[in-house]
């Protein structure tokens, strides 16, 4: 070391050589201590950041260790292994999508809103399905979309069970039955699907004939089915005023029957009687009482009868009545009058 060097030393310099030196050296050291500092912060942050995760209160999530599913439940934070371990979450609030009809532009869906009915009618229903996921780990690996087939079952149901209603219960009165029944239908087949996915509920949003004329017939139809009604209820309310009133005459005719039933009974009674009576004096004298009712019967039938008597030589002698008859006393005279009278 030469007189320089030192001087300079002691002045608090130091001579650096032309190439550099041992100074040089001595940078780079410290360059590459700072970035190993560097480094091993990143890679601290990298393991932090990848050994923890969040699972909001809304979710759920599902922890793979080496290709096993595992579902992560609790909310808050959680960890992990890093690099080793990964996290899938699954979003378990209440979801939903639309069948037949776009819910931002709200355009008609024609191939999935357009049906027919029972009654071989077209018609156009929207739907609404709402769903959640209930198990992440089955919604994840079970199937590659349970959406989508949550949705394809889902239009399955709704034209089977549309297809068997009339095109008056889709549009009018049968929407609530129309909806339980798809509802029903579809939890049973995703019950034995198990894709970890459930079905919320489902609801008509509208329901219409496809074109303006369809709808135009329809109204004519009600307007014909309302007047049809009116007609029933005042064809209703004409028979509760006539069947009383027929009713109060087919009651008097009945009674009147029934009287005139026993008045018969009684007059026949009387005239079994009266016979009865006169068969025990026909008894007692057959010919007086033959020739009586004779006399009495001719009399009651021919009230103006007359005999007339005639002379063996053909000449009419004497005209008489028939009291005249029933007067005489005589019996040769009745047995005379009788033979002429036959």
């Not at 650096?16 to 050296?25: C, I």
């Not at 355009?107 to 027919?116: G, S, V, W």
């Not at 049809?228 to 009674?255: F, M, S, V, W």
């Amino acid at each position: 070391m030469n007189k320089d060097t030192q001087h300079n030393r002691k002045s608090g310099f130091e001579t650096v050589p032309p190439n550099g030196g041992g100074s040089g050296q001595s940078i780079w050291k410290s360059s590459g201590k700072i970035a190993g500092i560097v480094v091993a912060v990143l890679v601290l942050l990298i393991l932090g950041f990848n050994s923890t995760y969040q699972i909001r209160e809304q979710e759920q999530a599902v922890l793979i260790t080496f290709g096993n599913a595992a579902s992560v439940t609790d909310s808050g934070l959680h960890f992990k292994i890093p690099f080793i371990q990964q996290v899938r979450k699954v979003n378990t609030t209440i979801q939903g999508f639309t069948i037949g009809y776009n819910a931002e532009t709200d355009a008609t869906n024609e191939a999935e809103a357009l049906m027919i009915t029972s009654d071989y009618n077209f018609v156009h229903v929207d739907f609404f399905v709402e769903y959640r996921f209930s198990d992440p780990v089955k919604a994840l690996y079970s199937s590659e979309e349970p959406v989508r087939i949550l949705k394809n079952v889902s239009q399955s149901c709704i034209r089977t069970v549309v297809g068997s209603y009339t095109v008056d219960d889709v549009l009018t009165t049968g929407k609530n039955e129309i909806q339980a029944a798809i509802k029903e239908m579809i939890l049973e087949y995703m019950d034995v699907q198990d894709l970890g996915i459930q079905l919320v509920n489902i609801t008509i949003q509208d329901s219409e004939p496809p074109t303006e004329e369809i709808m135009e017939a329809f109204k004519a139809v009600e307007t014909a089915k309302q007047g049809k009604d009116t007609a029933l209820n005042n064809a209703n309310k004409y028979r509760n005023e006539q069947i009383p009133q027929a009713q109060a005459h087919a009651d008097g005719i009945i009674k009147e029957a029934e009287a005139q039933k026993t008045e018969r009974i009684n007059e026949a009674t009387g005239q079994v009687a009266r016979f009865n009576s006169m068969y025990q004096e026909y008894i007692k004298n057959p010919v007086i009482t033959r020739q009586r009712m004779f006399y009495e019967t001719m009399e009651e039938v021919l009230p103006d009868l007359k005999v007339i008597i005639e002379s063996p030589s053909g000449e009419v002698q004497t005209i008489y009545p028939l009291d005249s008859f029933v007067n005489s006393g005589s019996n040769s005279s009745d047995r005379d009058t009788q033979s002429d009278v036959e």
